[in-house]
């Protein structure tokens, strides 16, 4: 997070910076080949600026850069006044001027992907300000080389009439606009969505949607995925055959909620989710994006929803032990599907000679209290594992890169990694090998125990029966486990690392909770079959959409805390 500051306060710097130097050097020296390369340069600190900062106004560079190459050409020519080159000039400053605000008017246009439908006016006003950098550099260019200023004066009509176009498009919206609603909104009526999938996060976030859509299309019912940040749109319109729409605004919101709508789900407990809870037609479901003992999972504005999808018992008793109020009919228990295609070992596996561990190491959090991070002490645990010739798989949060200490100290640990690898060529996995080009579930199948912290990847790792270790990294000490019931079926690494080799012998060679994590399992995950697991929640899910629904009911544990024999692997 600090180094995205970094980088955005840096682009800040060198945009202005450089845009002012280009007009001084342009203006008050005669060294006019270099203010036009100096404004070259700011040209692309614009562009680099625009990718970090997607939102930044740089109007005052823009007009700087632009008066510093008109003046740098019309010295070039040196042929007195030209209409030409003042025409560009006037045409020119009325882009700067425009784009802006024909960028903003645009990003307000509902877009939609997988939809028979073609909305190219958002698509090009967020292109106006790329196409604003390139016709100033080709207008640099041009007086670079002494052209003639009807070149420029072309070229800067062309993108002018574009502008134009566009604005023209964006005001018969705003003031016209269609009696039987956009485009948009007429494909969804014609596709008859019955749900909905409804997102709104910080980037990085999209895990949270693609880990539910399988799950969303094997409902059998046409839905469509509601977005309220475009950076999403891409992404997630890849990952599904439903159409994926783009609301950034209340009032585009209110074309794409369509009347086949019946249900709408979520998966985390963003801001934005309160501008849809208000469409009151709508049956609204939580499905959250993991379930762990973390904070956010016991959040009380789960209560705004009608139904909450739960994994387990556990999560309902997470609430109660928060001190969240939620009358009890509004939680659904329907396993957690994400882990139907996880391998269960019902026998333990103890004292392996070459175990493969995998350790998943958390973000920092917003707030020092959802701090569970375990890198600061990651690389004892690590040296500790190669030590006993584990093989590691190292999967780190994606959102580990925004706290850059955390970069650092997994930059190390994919170092000693790299290193034991070359010297004794065992596979350890990190990167983009164990985070992308693997799921959870792969990474899950491959090991033989798990190093975590308290995070939703224990949970999904409780389903395969196979040791972990959990890392308190707070500062509750012997109340640990009372705060977070999941360690107490793990072994519990302290945050001095004093236990380390312990827990590693308890993960590793004797394992003596082996039986104690059926009854957890159980708890967190519920005991439906194996072969029909996921059908769990998809049955709910289509029952959501039928006035006569019901609850299934998970059946109960045996009472000495081992497996009912009727799941199989």
Request: net charge positive; charged share 20%.
């Given at each position: 997070?600090?180094g995205?500051?970094?980088?955005?306060l840096?682009?800040?710097?060198?945009?202005?910076?450089?845009?002012v130097l280009?007009?001084?050097?342009?203006?008050?020296t005669?060294?006019?080949?270099?203010g036009?390369?100096i404004?070259v340069?700011a040209?692309?600190a614009a562009a680099?600026e625009?990718?970090v900062r997607p939102?930044?106004?740089g109007?005052a560079?823009s007009?700087?850069v632009?008066a510093?190459i008109?003046?740098?050409?019309?010295?070039?020519?040196d042929?007195?006044?030209?209409?030409?080159l003042?025409?560009t000039?006037l045409?020119?400053?009325?882009?700067?001027l425009?784009?802006g605000?024909?960028r903003?008017?645009g990003?307000?246009?509902?877009r939609?992907?997988n939809?028979p439908v073609r909305?190219?006016?958002?698509?090009?006003?967020?292109?106006l300000g790329?196409?604003l950098?390139?016709?100033?550099?080709?207008v640099?260019?041009?007086?670079?080389?002494a052209l003639?200023a009807?070149?420029?004066?072309?070229?800067t009509l062309?993108?002018?009439?574009g502008?134009?176009?566009?604005?023209?498009?964006?005001?018969r919206?705003?003031?016209?606009?269609?009696a039987g609603?956009?485009p948009v909104?007429?494909?969804l009526?014609r596709?008859q969505?019955?749900f909905?999938?409804?997102f709104?996060?910080?980037?990085?976030s999209?895990?949270?949607?693609?880990?539910w859509?399988?799950?969303?299309?094997?409902?059998g019912r046409?839905?469509?995925?509601?977005?309220?940040?475009?950076?999403?749109?891409?992404?997630v319109?890849?990952a599904?055959?439903?159409p994926?729409?783009?609301?950034?605004?209340?009032?585009?919101m209110?074309?794409?909620?369509?009347?086949?709508?019946?249900a709408?789900?979520?998966?985390?407990?963003?801001?934005?989710n309160?501008h849809c809870?208000r469409?009151?037609?709508?049956?609204?479901v939580?499905?959250?994006h993991?379930d762990?003992?973390?904070?956010?999972?016991?959040n009380?504005?789960?209560?705004?929803f009608?139904k909450i999808?739960?994994?387990?018992?556990?999560?309902i008793?997470?609430?109660?032990?928060?001190?969240v109020d939620?009358?009890?009919e509004?939680?659904?228990v329907?396993?957690?599907?994400?882990?139907?295609?996880?391998e269960?070992r019902r026998?333990?596996?103890?004292?392996?000679?070459?175990?493969?561990v995998?350790y998943?190491?958390t973000?920092?959090?917003?707030h020092?209290?959802a701090?569970?991070c375990s890198?600061p002490?990651a690389?004892t645990?690590i040296?500790?594992l190669?030590?006993?010739?584990?093989t590691v798989?190292l999967?780190?949060h994606?959102?580990?890169?925004?706290?850059s200490a955390?970069?650092?100290?997994?930059a190390?640990l994919?170092?000693l990694?790299?290193?034991?690898?070359a010297?004794?060529?065992?596979q350890h996995?990190w990167g983009?090998?164990a985070?992308?080009?693997l799921?959870?579930t792969e990474?899950?199948?491959?090991?033989?125990a798990?190093v975590?912290d308290?995070?939703g990847?224990?949970?999904?790792?409780l389903?395969?029966?196979?040791?972990?270790?959990v890392?308190?990294?707070?500062v509750d000490g012997?109340h640990?486990?009372?705060?977070?019931p999941?360690?107490g079926?793990?072994?519990v690494?302290?945050r001095?690392?004093?236990?380390?080799?312990?827990v590693?012998t308890d993960?590793?060679d004797?394992?003596?909770?082996?039986?104690?994590?059926?009854?957890?399992?159980t708890?967190?995950?519920?005991d439906?079959?194996?072969?029909s697991?996921?059908?769990?929640?998809?049955?709910?899910?289509?029952?959501?959409?039928?006035?006569?629904?019901t609850?299934?009911t998970?059946?109960?544990a045996?009472?000495?805390?081992s497996?009912?024999?009727s799941?199989?692997?």
């Amino acid at each position: 997070m600090r180094g995205d500051l970094v980088r955005k306060l840096l682009a800040r710097v060198l945009t202005t910076g450089l845009a002012v130097l280009a007009f001084l050097v342009v203006a008050l020296t005669g060294a006019t080949g270099w203010g036009l390369a100096i404004a070259v340069a700011a040209l692309a600190a614009a562009a680099w600026e625009r990718r970090v900062r997607p939102t930044a106004d740089g109007l005052a560079e823009s007009v700087l850069v632009a008066a510093g190459i008109l003046v740098g050409y019309a010295r070039r020519l040196d042929a007195g006044f030209d209409p030409a080159l003042a025409a560009t000039a006037l045409v020119l400053l009325g882009l700067v001027l425009l784009v802006g605000p024909l960028r903003d008017a645009g990003a307000l246009e509902i877009r939609a992907a997988n939809l028979p439908v073609r909305s190219w006016t958002p698509l090009v006003t967020a292109r106006l300000g790329d196409a604003l950098l390139v016709l100033l550099a080709l207008v640099a260019l041009a007086a670079g080389l002494a052209l003639p200023a009807w070149v420029a004066l072309v070229a800067t009509l062309l993108v002018g009439a574009g502008c134009g176009a566009v604005g023209l498009d964006l005001a018969r919206r705003r003031f016209r606009p269609p009696a039987g609603g956009g485009p948009v909104g007429r494909a969804l009526r014609r596709h008859q969505p019955e749900f909905l999938l409804y997102f709104s996060a910080p980037p990085g976030s999209e895990y949270q949607v693609t880990m539910w859509l399988p799950y969303l299309e094997r409902i059998g019912r046409p839905f469509l995925v509601l977005l309220r940040e475009p950076e999403f749109l891409p992404t997630v319109a890849a990952a599904t055959r439903a159409p994926v729409v783009f609301c950034p605004t209340l009032k585009t919101m209110d074309e794409a909620l369509v009347p086949s709508l019946r249900a709408a789900f979520y998966v985390n407990h963003g801001a934005k989710n309160s501008h849809c809870i208000r469409f009151s037609q709508l049956t609204h479901v939580q499905l959250h994006h993991g379930d762990s003992d973390k904070a956010p999972s016991a959040n009380p504005v789960s209560a705004i929803f009608d139904k909450i999808f739960v994994a387990g018992q556990a999560a309902i008793e997470r609430y109660a032990r928060a001190g969240v109020d939620i009358p009890a009919e509004k939680f659904v228990v329907v396993g957690r599907p994400q882990v139907e295609a996880i391998e269960v070992r019902r026998e333990p596996a103890r004292g392996l000679a070459h175990p493969t561990v995998l350790y998943t190491p958390t973000w920092t959090g917003h707030h020092a209290d959802a701090n569970y991070c375990s890198l600061p002490v990651a690389e004892t645990v690590i040296r500790r594992l190669l030590d006993r010739g584990a093989t590691v798989i190292l999967r780190a949060h994606p959102y580990t890169a925004q706290n850059s200490a955390s970069a650092r100290q997994l930059a190390r640990l994919t170092e000693l990694l790299a290193a034991d690898r070359a010297k004794t060529g065992r596979q350890h996995l990190w990167g983009a090998a164990a985070g992308r080009e693997l799921t959870l579930t792969e990474c899950v199948n491959r090991a033989d125990a798990l190093v975590s912290d308290v995070s939703g990847v224990i949970s999904d790792w409780l389903y395969s029966g196979k040791p972990y270790a959990v890392t308190d990294m707070g500062v509750d000490g012997e109340h640990f486990v009372e705060r977070f019931p999941l360690a107490g079926s793990g072994y519990v690494l302290r945050r001095d690392v004093s236990n380390v080799d312990e827990v590693l012998t308890d993960l590793l060679d004797t394992d003596p909770k082996a039986a104690a994590r059926w009854a957890t399992r159980t708890r967190y995950l519920g005991d439906f079959p194996a072969e029909s697991y996921a059908e769990v929640f998809l049955d709910a899910a289509r029952r959501q959409l039928a006035p006569d629904w019901t609850a299934p009911t998970p059946r109960a544990a045996a009472q000495d805390g081992s497996p009912l024999p009727s799941p199989t692997a």
